[in-house]
């Protein structure tokens, strides 16, 4: 017995048209389109938790390249090394390192058709350096004197200095002359460019509303290929168990969770779980200026008594790693020989030899001063109000007294000279990002930089080596000893790397994540999504 | 034969005069109230330890230079004191231009426009099913004073005075959403939709309405209870039953309509409680109008649009209460017009 083709998919619908029908009658109607059946694999809903402030790459978005919208001179592979994109090649350096020349592919154009050439580069980084345009860009570029663009097809960098990572700085995404060349200073913060931009990227912004989503079409006459995915739709939701729960009830195909939230969807055969590690740190800044923080043995006995396993299996459910400097340990660059097991005896024994005696209820006194310090954390912080409360148990264990103190950044700002704070940061794409505005005696004190006032000549002549170096042997020998450097003279105690968990649908071949940085805007297994290919559909079609 | 009726429009006259002068008092104060709101906007900002500029700059203020983040401080103007941002706020706004939201990227003006609409689409459509389901509550619980079910729903409307809104639309989204799963939790579309279609809109329309009318509820429900069963003890009431009229007639066309009439004319000092009720439904539901983009900006310290978005608030409470005044004037001419 033959039935039509579509029998029960049309009694499906029926049965749905009833029901819209009542739901109707009772003041709302049912989505019929979408009830018929699993929804294909060209779309994908990933939920995430936080929200670009805008798309434009001159404010910010997404300035470490996978911007989907938009592509830079170079981007990241999946290992983070610097492949080509809008540039042909990786760029020519002068001898003096000064010079970086990029030769563009031919033939490329914006979403809008119109042809993208050097002077949309040359405009793009033009703008930023701009002193009048109210971006955070600009301090990324600091190296950066002049852009210019000798032919359509080359664009020539002059740097002020020679910079080493300066090619890590142009996976920022090109935007067009054409469209924002009109515009100056401060105008450009509030451009219809900023929600709906065009760039040359393997996506378009079909609607963004503030607050709820972003749907992405893909963009067909993409110089890379056309994404095998048509439409990305990124929900903004804001609470971790709402997005748990709307993942688990299928609204969402994949989102980024919390390692707790995430546990539920372990056994999960149609999901996979990711756990991505990063370069996003946290740790205990000590201030130089503190009598007791700016001790050198106060500083190394904390870096000793601290429990950093138990951190990463008690706070972070397992999904960590200790952290003993400011380079990842899925950093080639990485020293793995500084790790080292918790160690309070000798801890106790380094206070004893520096003068701190333990007086009344066990807390050590030097020279009439009692080891005592505040530790500030930003309030509304869960996992930074765990590992500061964490930290301050294992520092009472040899004599530190620490009282805590959740603040806003506001309120935190004005005494961060003098009190420590739980900060967290990292960028994994070059060991000077971060690392310099942080431990540089130049930059002391400098709004959030090197907020403790840290001073280390060895480290600064480290820093300054390393950002100017680009032979990768001594690259490699010099961030060592800054490890090192740091490690004998701690200027933070290093507490933990996160990981980044995701879970995502397995209707995708070709998932897979880079290490991460401190989050912000779209970061996550998503980097590459263009490239992603709908599993072969046969469990999805009817 | 003319005398009479010119007596009466020589009050009619009167009266008219009266209202129009309350009009014109109202509105004449209206600028210097709208005024003196943006001004405190302003200072309120001023004296808050927040800073725009870290706000503007998120994450990136980290590892941004103290030169960069001063730069951007002169950018967006907020290094000048602040009467001076809210003077030449001030003379930008009379011309049309509102000036820019720090935190959406996008001028305030156009904020405003995008999702005024919709707020007024959810307080329009909640104030409607509020004044249905209050009359008709109130007429059935005053209809048999003491009786069950006046009992019934005077209890159910003094607990539900008493739930906080925000209370009551989360536990919606846990009832209707996640358990039975009859109706969207959040938004304006489905999360995989791309356009915004009216039955889309419909469905996710239908909770964040109803929680919101629900929430205005109890006031309307007890006022039409009070002041039918005043109604019911006037005398053309009780001579209407006299006269044997059916209960049903005595109810709806004799006591409703004496006990309506004032309660219709209060109506607009409600915009204060549909505000408030707005701002926590819209934020719940992820409802993308003006009231969330409130707490947004109050969150994210957008002066810029707090301030325009302040203004819009405060001239619909002044539009209500204006109304209110110049519908009680007319209905009950033993009110005094002194504005």
Redesign the interface.
Known sequence: MHYPPFSGRRRGVLAATLVGAT??A???????P?AGGA?GAH?I?IGVGQEP??L?PI??YSKDGAAKLFDGLLAHDADLGLVPALARALPEVSADGLTYTYRLRDRLSFSDGRPLTSADVAFTYRTILD??????????L?ALDRVAAPDPGTVVFTLKYPYAPFPQRTTLGIVPEHVLGTLT??AL??A?F??KPIGSGPYTV??W?????L?L?ANPNYWGGEPAIK?V?F?FILDDN?RA??LA?G??DAAALPPKLAERFAKDRTRSTLKVDTADYRGVMLPSGNPVTGDLAVRKALDLAVDRGAMVRGILNGDGAPAFGPVAPSSPLYARELEHAVDAPAAERLLDEAGWRKGDGGIRVKDGRAARFTLLYPAGDALRKDLALAYVSDAKRIGIDISVEGL????I?PRMRADALL?G?GAPYDPD??SY?TFHSS?AG????NPGHYRNASVDALLTEGRTTRDPARRAQVYGDLQRALAADPAWTFLTYLKHVYVVDNDWTGVGAQVEP?P?DLVGPWWNIEKWVPRAASATTS | MGAPGGVRDHVVNLRLRGLSVLVARRLAAAPVVLLAVTFLVFALGAASPFDPVRQYAGDAAFTASARNLEQIRAGLGADRPFVAQWWSWLGDALTGDLGASRSLRMPVGQVIGERLGWTVLLVSVAFVLTLVGGMALGILAARRRGGVLDRCVTGAMYTLEAAPVFWLALGAVWLFALRLDLLPAGGLTDTSASVVTADQVGAHLVLPAAVLAVSQLPWFVLYIRQSLIAALAEEHVLGARARGLRERTVLLRHALRSALLPFLTLLGSRVPELITGALLVETVFSWPGVASATVQAALALDFPLLTALTVLATAAVLIGNLAADVLYGLADPRVALDG
């Open positions: 739901l109707a009772a003041g709302c109607a049912g989505s019929a979408s929804k779309t809903v402030d805008s434009s404010l910010g002193p009048t345009v109210p971006t955070t860009v600009r301090s990324d600091a200073g401060p913060t509030t219809e900023n929600r079909d609607t509303r503030a607050g709820e989503k749907v079409k439409q739709t929900a709402t729960t709307r009830a609204d969402l806003t950044w506001d309120a700002e900060m940061q990002f971060v505005e930059l400098q709004a959030f930089n401190h912000h």
